[in-house]
């Protein structure tokens, strides 16, 4: 599998061996969601084969698999035919995804006003253990393709809005994130050591966001603040995102921490 900055692994489960014991748990719809899964880390049509290696299934159950889901419309040739690619009705699910939870529905609005202010990278994200997942984002004037797209991620534990988070679970939540992140470093700036990573969150426990420094791309610094749900657990983050060829880190903080704080503060309300 390989690593990608864009979609760290989440720590779920990748079999079903965990739920032999459930009787209403259905392998068939867990294996055809393993299927779908594939393309998650990759960036070309995938054959048949390599479907079936990645979903841990026979060549014979993947074809059965995969014809349904082309039927359906989940699944569909690439253009050349060289293989398969997701199909057109997965967004259908995204968009229900995101009409229909809460807190993107409440911080929409409040984000376009903060983007129109600040015109820097805003991002909301959901929590999702140990990672982060892109629910927004609303571009600056350098992003790439791949900043736009909702459903990316970053790790819970180097990112600001990841830190931000942790500032407000029990330490002992704290430690066993951590304890069960990858943490391969992304770039040389990123904090790997525990003891380092729990002085960071204990920071931003502090001041109430957290701040980043390359940490997962460099030339970045990144403010990131918690949104906690109606239990008052945090559920996601917003992060601010601008470049260090234009900000030193103080001068930063001083501009966005009070108004990446009134727009959570708005959002909470």
């Known amino acids: 599998m390989v690593r990608s900055v864009l979609r760290p692994n989440s720590g779920a489960a990748g079999s079903d061996n965990e739920y032999q014991e459930d ?3 259905t392998r068939s719809i867990a294996r055809a969601l393993d299927v779908l899964s594939a393309f998650h880390y990759s960036d070309r049509p995938l054959s048949l084969s390599e479907l079936a290696h990645s979903a841990q299934i026979d060549r014979s159950a993947a074809q059965r698999i995969v014809h349904t889901l082309r039927k359906l419309g989940y699944i569909r040739r690439d253009e050349q035919g060289r293989g398969f690619l997701p199909g057109i009705r997965t967004l259908d699910h995204t968009l ?3 009409r229909l939870h809460p807190l993107v529905r409440r911080a929409t609005p409040v984000l376009l006003e903060l983007r129109r202010n600040v015109r820097e ?7 999702d253990d140990l990672r982060v997942v892109y629910a927004a984002r609303m571009q600056s004037k350098r992003e790439t393709f791949h900043a736009t797209l909702v459903g990316h991620s970053v790790p819970t534990f180097c990112s600001s809005g990841g830190r931000a988070i942790l500032s407000c679970l029990e330490d002992a939540e704290v430690a066993d994130i951590i304890a069960r992140s990858d943490r391969t470093p992304f770039t040389p700036k990123t904090l790997t050591d525990p003891g380092a990573i729990r002085d960071k969150v204990a920071e931003a426990r502090e001041k109430g966001y957290a701040l980043t420094l390359e940490e997962i791309l460099i030339g970045e610094i990144a ?10 657990r945090p559920c996601g983050a917003i992060h ?12 930063f903080m001083a501009r966005f921490a009070p108004l990446i ?9």
Request: glycine share 6%.
């Open 23 to 25: 009787p209403l748990f």
């Open 96 to 98: 229900d995804y995101l």
């Open 121 to 127: 990278r805003v991002d909301l994200s959901l929590f």
């Open 223 to 232: 403010i990131g603040i918690a949104l906690p749900d109606s239990s008052g």
């Open 240 to 251: 601010l995102a601008g470049s260090l060829s234009e900000w030193e880190p103080e001068e």
């Open 261 to 269: 704080s009134e727009a959570a503060a708005d959002i909470c309300r």
